[in-house]
């Protein structure tokens, strides 16, 4: 039996979707990963089946291969053990509903015991899986992409590589976005300082320059805050979080 969900990884700055795709067949117990993943993606083999186990699920004792598209692209980091996890349980049980499942970009870390952790990159994440929003927001309105194009003042082309994730919107359309579904698939979803900076500034569709100058501060040091370099002082960090919170409320 086979499943497969969706994730991401990060190539520099930005997101590119990964398909996670599990085989489960007969043969001798083996777990293998392929599709050129590297360090901690391989270690996952170990933190996946122990937490499987003790959240209560049975672990296939078959031979499991697990492939990482596309293939010739390397992928790093611990985030895919949720995916991975979620989709050997959804070719073994049929617990999970695997067709369900790929309305959803996957990612987090897993404990031991089972508990999910948190990643780095989840904010570049974040605005790749707006993408699979916009996707679904169109189908639910029984839309074309050409109509969705014209409504946001874009070509059909980029409309098709936002959808696809070949390419994440600019920061000037996102606000025309946001608008169109009604709601930000990205807000909330950012726990650090430095995401959540970098969040509001493209919600509100600002270069960093433009963006600074709202907040009071030089252009470099908003650059050093949004890369998690340095961080306010302790009186401009609560004005710039009230800041934060009120754009919050108002998406």
Not at 138 to 155: H, P, T
Request: aromatic share 4%; charged share 30%; hydrophobic share 40%.
């Amino acid at each position: 039996m086979s499943a497969s969900v969706l994730s991401s990884a990060l190539a520099g700055v930005d997101a590119f979707p990964v398909e996670v795709e599990v085989d489960i067949s007969g043969g001798l117990p083996q777990l293998k990963t392929v599709g050129l993943a590297e360090g901690a993606v391989r270690e996952a083999q170990e933190r996946v089946k122990a937490a499987i186990k003790n959240s209560g699920y049975e672990f296939p004792n078959r031979k499991i291969t697990i492939n990482l598209a596309p293939a010739d692209t390397r992928k790093e980091g611990s985030s895919f053990d949720l995916p991975i996890a979620l989709a050997i349980l959804a070719a073994n049980t049929g617990a999970l509903n695997a067709e369900r499942m790929r309305n959803y970009l996957i990612q987090g870390e897993l404990a031991l015991d089972g508990r999910i952790k948190g990643i780095r990159g989840a904010l570049p994440s974040a605005l790749l899986a707006r993408s699979k929003h916009l996707r679904k927001a169109r189908l639910d309105r029984g839309l074309l992409q050409k109509d969705v194009a014209r409504a946001l003042g874009v070509s059909e082309t980029a409309m098709h590589n936002w959808e696809t994730g070949r390419v994440t919107p600019s920061i000037r359309c996102t606000p025309r976005i946001v608008r169109f579904m009604g709601y930000d698939p990205c807000a909330g979803r950012t726990s650090t300082f430095s995401d959540r900076l970098r969040a509001c500034r493209r919600s509100l569709g600002l270069s960093r320059k433009l963006f600074a100058s709202r907040l009071r501060v030089d252009e470099s040091t908003l650059a050093r805050w949004e890369r998690g370099k340095t961080s306010p002082a302790e009186r401009a960090r609560t004005r710039i979080e009230a800041f934060l919170e009120r754009k919050a409320e108002m998406q």
